[in-house]
């Protein structure tokens, strides 16, 4: 029975042992850099035994210098076509050849020859951040590394935004599990319950400084955050409850460890979970005020103006507008 080696491990020695020296043979001291960033779970670490039957390979991607490509980058690929061989330790191979700021320009829509701006912050999908920042560098002498920490996580008052957005889509909804459940609709309520548990589990990511990817691993992700140990089995318990009573019950404990977590952040003075009934309702919520003490930490005034009129937060709440690829440059006008 095969051992399983992860598809970066597989690339890395792709780079060195067959790439690398076919640039140093037929292009000697041309600077470049290589690396596994894009698709696929062996980008994110949680590619296993089942990821290799469809899409699954070692691979390189290159990079070469911006006056660099003009003149080589044909070459390279005319190079690698040919002599890279079909297969790497039992697998097909695969390679691309790009410049950094192209291979952004591709991914994010995003000229790396100008400022960021929050709006181009809040219009790139975090799972696309991941991809470009998960992975490995094999190889660097043309400044992807530099890339890939300026992209490495949200700018403070872009974090802070987002922070209060994500309470937001909390509090109006905490009340909710109780209220359908009450009327009867236990379908409903539950399906309150799971969104619940999707943005308290968005929240810890942000709180925890780190970008979600998407739906296939945010649970595995999730679990391998600091919190995950302690959250995972609570936020299940919600997603197991039969009855709306054992589902408020089940989200208690959970709102309690978010507004924990927010405090041990010491962005505002601590933050007492209050256990409150919204006009005297029989439902129990965690309420707390923390957006309102978040908003005037924000020092940039483009965020500031947009956090006092698009409480919605980034485009990752408007998944079904980010599909095909090319749509980020309309989304950008929601921000201006």
């Known amino acids: 029975m095969s051992t399983f080696?992860?598809?970066?491990?597989?690339?890395?020695?792709?780079?060195?042992?067959?790439?690398?020296?076919?640039?140093?043979?037929?292009?000697?001291?041309?600077?470049?850099?290589?690396?596994?960033?894009?698709?696929?779970?062996?980008?994110?670490?949680?590619?296993?035994?089942?990821?290799?039957d469809h899409d699954w390979k070692p691979r390189v991607l290159l990079f070469l210098a911006e006056e660099d490509e003009p003149r080589h980058g044909a070459e390279v690929r005319e190079a690698l076509q040919r002599d890279l061989p079909e297969s790497f330790a039992g697998h097909p191979t695969d390679y691309e050849v790009?410049?950094?700021?192209?291979?952004?320009?591709?991914?994010?829509?995003?000229?790396?020859?100008?400022?960021?701006?929050?709006?181009d912050w809040l219009t790139m999908p975090e799972q696309d951040l991941r991809k470009f920042?998960?992975?490995?560098?094999?190889?660097?002498?043309?400044?992807?590394?530099?890339?890939?920490?300026?992209?490495?996580y949200y700018p403070r008052d872009v974090w802070l935004y987002l922070l209060i957005t994500?309470?937001?889509r909390v509090h109006p909804e905490m009340n909710l599990v109780g209220r359908a459940g009450a009327a009867g609709d236990e379908l409903g309520?539950?399906?309150?319950?799971?969104?619940?548990?999707?943005?308290?589990?968005?929240?810890?990511?942000?709180?925890?400084?780190?970008?979600?990817?998407?739906?296939?691993?945010f649970g595995t992700a999730f679990s391998r955050l600091a919190c995950g140990a302690e959250l995972t089995p609570v936020l299940s318990k919600v997603a197991r409850a039969e009855v709306w009573q054992d589902r408020e019950a089940a989200l208690l404990p959970a709102y309690e460890k978010l507004i924990q977590m927010h405090n041990d952040l010491a962005l505002t003075e601590p933050v007492t979970a209050e256990l409150v009934q919204l006009w005297d309702r029989p439902f129990k919520v965690a309420w707390d005020d923390i957006p309102d003490l978040l908003l005037p930490l924000i020092e940039d005034p483009?965020?500031?103006r947009i956090a006092r009129r698009w409480r919605v937060g980034p485009v990752d709440q408007l998944r079904g507008l980010m599909w095909p690829?090319?749509?980020?440059?309309?989304?950008?006008?929601?921000f201006e």
Do not use: C, N
């Not at 020296?21 to 590619?47: K, M, N, Q, T």
């Not at 690829?325 to 929601?334: C, D, E, I, Q, Y």
């Open 98 to 119: 790009h410049t950094v700021r192209g291979y952004v320009q591709q991914q994010l829509e995003l000229d790396l020859d100008r400022d960021i701006e929050p709006r």
């Open 166 to 168: 994500g309470w937001w």
């Open 325 to 334: 690829p090319g749509t980020r440059s309309l989304l950008v006008r929601l």
């Open 189 to 217: 309520s539950a399906v309150i319950g799971s969104r619940l548990v999707s943005d308290l589990m968005r929240l810890a990511f942000l709180m925890e400084r780190e970008y979600a990817p998407y739906s296939k691993w």
């Open 302 to 304: 483009a965020v500031l």
């Open 133 to 152: 920042t998960s992975g490995a560098v094999f190889h660097d002498e043309v400044g992807l590394q530099a890339a890939r920490d300026r992209l490495a």
């Open 5 to 52: 080696v992860p598809g970066a491990e597989l690339s890395r020695r792709l780079y060195h042992e067959v790439v690398r020296p076919i640039l140093s043979a037929r292009f000697p001291g041309l600077p470049h850099a290589a690396a596994l960033l894009g698709r696929g779970s062996e980008v994110l670490g949680f590619d296993d035994q089942m990821s290799t």
